[in-house]
């Protein structure tokens, strides 16, 4: 991405299910036509990314509901579709629509060429997506040739592009933990590109937009838990599929849920404190057992063993609105929250139990009122927390005189002074070294982060200094002096990964890593002072 300028436009959808309000008087907005833009943006290209996956899985194992998976995903493109119409003209929707689903439809033909072992056809579909993201490139440029830069988007679709056919071919290899790794990678990006672009809109048209912004640490938060919460809802309704088919992948789908909820249990302690977040993730955890055992009940025609289950789950609904009304008394209404409850565990249920009774369009229906249905608590959630610490999410991140930065690898949760954001490539180690996101790092600081895919250079720009690094090379410049790195530059998930101990001792932080938890943090007391630190 090359800054903050260059975006998909999308417009928001009404949300058809509203979690009620959990707080009615904010001093700080999560809501209004700006965030609910971003928050819609990332809850539709979302979405296309898991059930293009979950699409592209179906086909391959030739399953009797490939073909609801895939209405799914058409029901999907119709809305992106919609929300286009509604900011350019129905004439520009209907240019959009066929462009959009063309790239769908080659991926359906890399599924069947790959299925026929056709190396030619899935070379052939390689190609036709190329074409795609150029046209798709040139038909944002058109439609706002100031904020949308051709180059910019079609190097994002060339991300998306192969977030999903990583992410497929590891399906097909049987390599599950990654399949399922590649397929989160691929539904954050989708958010990071909300995260990133969705202002494109909102500066084309400035008068809808009044005094409003789509980026605030409340509407940060707002985004973070709803890409959160909305892959729960996904995850947990594949690997119940899994779990009652005796598929080869299900425990690396349980896995994949098991890790969005240590990154949402990771969000929660970054507002309420570790203890909270420990407690947080015990309750959450249980009811995703409880689906594990009424699925298992279900297989085995055990109706006292699916009762039980039920029974188990609305006595999980009590504890966790409990948790959160003691967390926030005054925001957090207990009763509101279990209702709310309620209806997540009867959209999950409904969704498997239409999957069972071979029901798929139903079961496809329920899962996209699932998956919105979470969007909308996020909104809620995230409008009672604001409420509660108005001084953490009043106005534009800041950097305080002292900055700290916390991360942990195999994570995608970056907590900046107390604020989490969420990277769509998380830290990890290689050749004993922790690497990170060179942009997520850069712009954590206040820096400018640009991105030049013909030269592959990255530039990091704060206080008048400029950092230059270029893929493939063990060495940097800054302000034109070079420096050794020690290890080449590279490519990962999409993103320049700079080696963390390099570029946080450049930048002058202190680096503090715990053994126990693999977390790592940066502190330092005077931020974005790059010419300083030597």
């Known amino acids: 991405m090359k800054g903050l300028r260059s975006k998909l436009a999308i417009l928001m959808l009404c949300f058809s ?46 399953a009797p509901d490939f073909g609801d998976a895939a209405a799914a995903l058409g029901k999907n493109t119709d809305d992106l579709t919609a929300a286009i119409a509604s900011v350019y003209g129905q004439p520009a929707g209907d240019a959009f629509k066929p462009i959009w689903s063309s790239h769908i439809g080659y991926f359906v033909e890399y599924v069947k060429a790959t299925a026929a072992k056709d190396e030619a056809g899935r ?14 490139a040139d038909f944002f440029n058109m439609a706002n040739p100031t904020y949308f830069d051709k180059t910019v988007i079609a190097d994002g679709l060339k991300m998306h592009i192969t977030h999903l056919l990583d992410a497929f071919n590891d399906y097909v290899n049987k390599d599950y933990d990654k399949a399922y790794s590649d397929a989160r990678t691929a539904y954050a990006h989708m958010f990071m590109t909300a995260d990133a672009l969705a202002g494109g809109i909102e500066a084309q048209f400035p008068a809808k937009f009044p005094a409003e912004t789509v ?70 955890s249980s009811h995703i057992g409880y689906f594990v055992e009424y699925v298992k009940a279900t297989g085995a025609k055990d109706e006292a063993g699916r009762k039980n289950a039920v029974a188990e789950l609305e006595d999980y609904r009590m504890k966790q609105a409990a948790f959160f009304n003691m967390a926030n008394p005054m925001y957090f209404d207990t009763a509101t929250i279990a209702d709310g409850l309620k209806m997540h565990i009867t959209h999950l249920l409904e969704a498997f139990d239409s999957y069972v009774n071979k029901d798929f369009t139903g079961a496809y229906t329920f899962e996209r009122t699932a998956y919105a249905h979470m969007f909308a608590t996020a909104s809620a959630l995230a409008g009672g927390i604001v409420a509660q610490f108005p001084e953490k999410f009043h106005g534009p991140v800041t950097m305080s005189p002292t900055t700290s930065i916390w991360m942990k690898i195999g994570s995608g949760a970056l907590t900046i002074n107390g604020t989490t954001t969420w990277m769509d490539v998380a830290p990890f180690m290689k050749d004993g070294n922790t690497f990170i996101p060179l942009r997520y790092l850069g712009e954590a600081i206040g820096a400018e982060v640009t991105w030049d895919a013909a030269t592959q250079t990255a530039w990091v720009k704060t206080g008048g200094n400029t950092a230059t690094f270029w893929i493939g090379k063990p060495y940097m410049e800054l302000n034109g002096q070079r420096k050794d790195i020690g290890t080449p530059i590279f490519l990962h998930g999409g993103r320049t990964q700079v080696p963390l101990r390099f570029i946080t001792e450049l930048l002058g932080w202190d680096v503090k890593w715990n053994d126990a938890d693999w977390s790592i943090t940066l502190t330092k007391a005077m931020a974005m002072d790059m010419g300083h630190s030597h």
Do not use: C
């Open 17 to 62: 299910l509203l979690l009620p309000t959990l707080a009615s008087a904010h001093e700080v907005k999560t809501t209004g036509a700006a965030p609910d833009l971003r928050a819609a943006l990332g809850q539709l290209l979302g979405e296309h990314a898991l059930l293009a996956i979950l699409a592209m899985q179906k086909g391959y194992d030739g």
């Open 123 to 136: 070379q052939k579909a390689i190609a036709e997506l190329e074409d795609y993201r150029l046209k798709q």
């Open 215 to 284: 980026k605030s640490p409340g509407i940060d938060l707002r985004a973070g838990l709803g890409q959160l919460l909305g892959e729960h809802a996904s995850l947990a309704v594949i690997a119940m599929q899994k779990g009652i088919d005796g598929a080869p992948d299900f425990a690396a789908a349980a896995r994949a849920l098991g890790n969005n909820t240590n990154d949402l249990s990771a969000a929660i302690a970054s507002v309420y404190g570790q203890a909270a977040g420990d407690a947080f993730n015990t309750v959450w």
